[in-house]
């Protein structure tokens, strides 16, 4: 496969690492009253699409950023390739 | 020596004459020929014995989708199993035996399989060897191994090369016949980029083996100049030998070119074979098709082959397949091939067609009927045909043509799920669904059966690839003749008519597997094994699809078919691996000191990729243990000195470095002083431990980090996911400094006093007490870093310089030391001082254990949030009777501790049931004189002092265990702030 990386071009999948599910992302709120429940179904509960997901890959032979890649997991299609960093402040994680 | 079906003509080169050697006997060949035409020019048509009947078989093709022909070549370390006659070029000496006999190829014992083909039917293997249960790994599978299959290795190691490369395009173009030569020279000529591929070993395809002409020139004579054209271009690579095996995602594409294999060694310098990895935007796809048979009464006889197989070895090789001749078909291609033959002055016996409106022909006779049975015990000599009026009437002939239609060759359209479509024109699956990114299908691949028409459509897919605009130029002239063909697959009532001759399955297994109710394609395919063999049923499939489809009575659109996979043909192991085999398998690497250690005549064990000294033998010493002992006795009495650059080191920068650490770590960083170690502890978010280390402050917005050797990789990538991901405004950058620092650790009451004759600082207690860390120099300037942290539980610092200073400062260290006696140790004198000392490392954090369990449960702080901390404070990660990590020592000191045997109650039964813990490290402890363990026991905690059984039936170890603490040295810890 080949990536497009948002600041390097594309490159070629062995170059990156891949983590998984981009929900990842979304680390609940440790101090919330359902923490333990949230912690669980983060760390436990991925969904498994046969479509497009959205998930992480790690420019590991790169430049070490973490890329968020929405793939087809049947036709290995990439639509959009984002920096992690600007979809985790997208979604609210800046401090 | 007469070469007896030699005819004139051809692409051979006759001055050129070449040795060979089959099953031991000399043959005489041309350049030009491949293995398979040199033998049928000398006679030879028995080539092989069948995988699972042992049924005399000899060529079917003339190409590489041979299912028979397949020989063992070359001898000794470089013998091949399995290679196909067909397509292996001829070389002078070359060497090649028949496979899968017992005895010589003409009286092979295990023919005897044949008689008792009743038993060998579809789905044999599920039926007949069920039980006993026992029978199957002693009796059946070894035998049924010996006696099906193939070729077999030479169980040396390979002495060729294979090489890796990368190659970027605008077009590929797989496939030089017509279409693919027509493509390659409209692209080309426009200026792109172009990559034309072929397997053959000689550019134009079918043209080579064909009469008609293309405009003025014969159709080898257009396809010589469209190279020579084509060569002229620099912005063309020519690629002969090479096949393209697979067609991969996003327009990336594996191809295998075959360097070395046409020479009985290859030229030095260069390798056996090259596996690229070629990145185009576009590809035409002009693979040309495929004949396929005809099912009838034994058509497995060596001899009878493929119509357009004989055609090339007439019009190509120069060879007859023999001097008299029929063909069978179904179609008007199987007259070509009669013409063809009977204008090289072969006899034709008879035209074999099956339908009453044949063409017929001033030059030989033209049957209406089918061929119903041959004779032949080691090659065709009678064929007996039927003809429509129901009598037989009996061919004299060595030789028979089927032509029963062409398949389109679909193999790479389907790589990317891509589902070939009927065509009933035809009777053929034509390119559908999806295709590979960017793949354009041109010529007979894509159902375009004639030369004019793989010209027009290797042109137009070229244009439309590239998107050349204007008119398309005018094409050479060429035959333009339409398919005509009338759809026959197998002759009825026959009992052993052969579908796949390389799985031996006949039209009698399709049908058993639909009596049997394995009647989806999917299922018929495995039960059979129909298409399954290396060649993946390239002459097959078709005709069990339809004989499925008039057993369902079904269309065999309706049935459906198969897809193909990667490779197209098959692939070394050897190229796939490239140079990446035996100690080039993955990278080396060296610690600053191992140049120093390999003088000092260290023994080395790989750790991760590094290679670290294991121990430090010295003379007279002739057991491991001696050595290791030695190291740790005299660490703990006077010094050691031990590399310990490979673990993981990790720059932490910034204004929110502290807060950042607070996250990654589950004990608190946030208040950690300038100048000061901590150890700490990193959990995954599940609450298992991940790895553990010490972080460094040297100033308020930087710390060092290190990890375990194993995990430098896997923690880096967790830090920098930790914070892109979940904190991406936190002001902190993330720099792996492994391999920029040489550390060593420096450990033994008498550390302090040897590296004050180094340092240029007060490192006195007072000055730098346990646990603190500065940035300093030595030798009078240079930069370095010192931390005074200890894993061997004695007094030592560790010591890092730049890397480049790494050999100097492990040389000045045993220099200064020698006073004391310094002594080098190595990991296992490493692992005997932690395991005495109780600290964990990989062995316990396994990827199971959690803070609790490793004895740190309180290390967690509650105060704050890191990774791993709300998970860890889950019921189930906090059981009274969690496992916890103690010691172990045996009650008779002379016996055993086993890593990984079991521990169980005194008392009790001992079975997993039972179970109250494992080992997880464990060693002979030269100071205690005895053997230790460290273990993780439920409620461990709670029976310090327990007397257990250790055991491990497997070892047949049974031994009295007390339980104690971790701590076997030093436990109060006197020692490391001395």
Not at chain 2, 303 to 320: D, E, P, Q
Not at chain 2, 592 to 616: L, Y
């Amino acid at each position: 496969m080949i990536i497009d990386h948002p600041l390097l071009g594309p490159r070629d999948s062995s170059e990156f690492t891949y983590l998984g599910d981009a929900k990842l992302i979304e680390r609940p709120d440790p101090d919330a009253e359902t923490a333990t429940r949230d912690f669980y179904e983060y760390a436990y509960l991925r969904d498994n699409p046969a479509g497009w997901h959205e998930e992480l890959w790690f420019h590991e032979a790169g430049d070490r950023s973490w890329l968020v890649v929405t793939r087809n997991t049947l036709t290995h299609e990439i639509s959009k390739v984002e920096m992690a960093r600007d979809v985790a402040r997208g979604k609210g994680r800046s401090k | 020596m007469t070469q007896k079906n030699r005819l004139d003509g051809g692409q051979i080169d006759t001055a050129i004459p070449m040795n060979f050697k089959f099953d031991g006997k000399s043959y005489i060949g041309y350049q030009g020929d491949t293995l398979a035409s040199a033998l049928l020019a000398n006679g030879v048509r028995l080539m092989g014995r069948s995988f699972k009947y042992h049924r005399p078989r000899g060529v079917l093709s003339a190409g590489s989708e041979e299912p028979n022909a397949l020989v063992q070549l070359r001898s000794g370390a470089r013998q091949e199993p399995n290679t196909r006659a067909t397509t292996t070029e001829l070389f002078d000496g070359l060497v090649a035996k028949s496979q899968n006999r017992l005895g010589s190829l003409r009286f092979d014992a295990m023919a005897i399989n044949d008689r008792f083909s009743n038993f060998l039917t579809a789905g044999f293997y599920y039926k007949t060897f069920m039980w006993p249960k026992a029978f199957w790994e002693k009796v059946y599978e070894p035998i049924i191994r010996k006696a099906a299959g193939l070729g077999s290795l030479s169980l040396l190691d390979d002495p060729d090369v294979y090489d890796k490369g990368f190659l970027h395009c605008d077009l590929l173009v797989i496939g030089a016949g017509p279409a693919g030569l027509m493509a390659a020279l409209t692209a080309g000529r426009s200026g792109a980029n172009v990559i034309l591929a072929d397997e053959d070993f000689t550019f134009g395809g079918r043209l080579n083996s064909e009469t008609f002409g293309i405009g003025d020139d014969a159709g080898a004579v257009w396809a010589a100049g469209a190279v020579a054209e084509l060569a002229s271009l620099p912005n063309v690579r020519l690629m002969v030998r090479t096949t393209v095996i697979g067609a991969f995602d996003h327009g990336i594409y594996g191809a295998v070119e075959r360097v070395s294999d046409h020479v009985a060694v290859p030229d030095a310098g260069k390798p056996r074979q090259i596996l690229w990895r070629i990145y185009t935007q576009r590809t035409v796809l002009a693979a040309g098709a495929i004949e396929r048979p005809i099912a009838f009464e034994n058509n497995d006889r060596p001899g009878i082959m493929l119509g357009s197989a004989i055609r090339t070895y007439a019009n190509r090789y120069g060879v007859a397949a023999d001097k008299r001749i029929a063909i069978f078909t179904n179609n008007d291609d199987g007259h070509r091939t009669a013409a063809d033959l009977h204008a090289k002055g072969v006899k034709i016996a008879a035209v074999v067609d099956v339908r009453a409106d044949a063409p017929r022909s001033m030059d030989f006779e033209v049957l209406h009927g089918q061929v119903v049975d041959t004779k032949g015990r080691l090659g065709l000599t009678f064929a007996d045909v039927k003809l429509a009026d129901g009598t037989i009437r009996t061919l004299d002939i060595g030789a028979l043509g089927m032509s029963g239609g062409w398949n389109p060759n679909v193999h790479m359209t389907c790589h990317q799920r891509g589902r070939p479509t009927w065509n009933a024109d035809l009777a053929a699956f034509v390119p559908g669904g999806t295709l590979p990114d960017g793949m354009i299908v041109a010529g007979a691949a894509n159902g375009d059966m004639s030369t004019a028409g793989a010209l027009r459509g290797g042109a137009q897919a070229a244009r439309a690839a590239l998107g050349l605009k204007g008119r398309l130029p005018k094409l050479p002239a060429a035959e333009d003749a339409p398919v005509n063909l009338t759809p026959f697959w197998y002759v009825e009532g026959c009992s052993r008519a052969w579908l796949d001759q390389q799985n031996d399955v006949t039209v009698k297994d399709v049908k058993l597997s639909h009596q049997e109710g394995f009647r989806s394609v999917e299922h018929l395919k495995r039960y059979t094994t129909l298409g399954m063999a290396t060649d993946q049923g390239k002459t097959s499939n078709m005709g069990g699809l339809a004989i499925m489809a008039e057993l369902a009575g079904k269309t065999i659109p309706q049935v459906g078919t198969t897809i193909f996979r990667p490779p197209y043909t098959p692939t070394a192991i050897g190229v796939l691996a490239g140079r990446h085999r035996g100690q080039d398998f993955h990278p080396k690497r060296l610690t600053p000191s191992h140049t120093w250690a390999a003088e000092q005549g260290a023994v080395f064990v790989e750790v991760g990729n590094w290679m670290r000294a294991q121990w430090f033998p010295k003379e007279g010493e002739s057991h491991w243990r001696e050595s290791v002992d030695r190291e740790v006795l005299a660490t703990r009495g006077s010094v050691g000195v031990c590399d310990v650059t490979t673990l993981g080191k990790i720059d932490v920068q910034g204004v929110d470095s502290a807060d950042f650490l607070n996250k990654i770590y589950c004990n608190g960083f946030a208040k950690l002083a300038v100048g000061k170690v901590r150890y700490g502890l990193m959990l995954r978010e599940d609450g298992i431990a991940l790895d553990d280390g010490t972080a460094g402050r040297l100033a308020e917005d930087h710390f060092v980090v290190t990890t375990t050797t194993a995990n430098a990789l896997p923690v880096y990538r967790h830090m920098e996911f930790v914070r892109q991901c979940l904190f991406p405004d936190m002001d902190v950058q993330l720099i792996s400094t492994t391999e920029a620092w040489a550390q060593y650790a420096v450990a033994g009451p008498n550390s302090r006093k040897l590296l004050e004759k180094i340092v240029d600082q007060d490192i006195s207690n007072d000055a730098f007490p346990f646990m603190a860390c500065a940035n300093i120099t030595i030798c009078g300037g240079l930069r370095a870093r010192l931390f005074r942290i200890s894993f061997s539980g004695e007094l030592a610092f560790e010591i890092a310089v730049p890397t480049a200073y790494g050999d100097a400062l492990m040389r000045k260290i045993m220099e200064a030391g020698a006073e004391f006696d310094v002594t080098p140790y190595g990991t296992e004198a490493l692992g005997v001082m932690r395991m005495e000392k109780g600290h964990a490392t990989g062995n316990e954090l396994n990827g199971t254990t959690s803070a609790l369990n490793l004895g740190m449960g309180r290390m967690v702080s509650t105060a704050k949030d890191s990774i791993g901390s709300v998970l860890s404070r889950r019921d189930g990660m906090n059981a009274a009777d969690a496992l916890m990590q103690v010691g172990i020592k045996p009650l008779d000191l002379g016996d055993p501790v086993p890593a990984g045997a079991h521990l169980m109650n005194a008392d009790g039964p001992v079975d997993a049931a039972h179970d109250q813990g494992y080992v997880t490290s464990a060693c002979y402890s030269p100071n205690l004189g005895h053997a230790i363990g460290l273990a993780f026991i439920k409620d461990g905690s709670n029976r310090i002092g327990e007397k257990m059984r250790l055991v491990s039936p497997l070892t047949g170890v049974d031994v009295a265990v007390e339980i104690v603490s971790a701590h076997f040295i030093d436990p109060k810890g006197e020692r490391l702030r001395a």
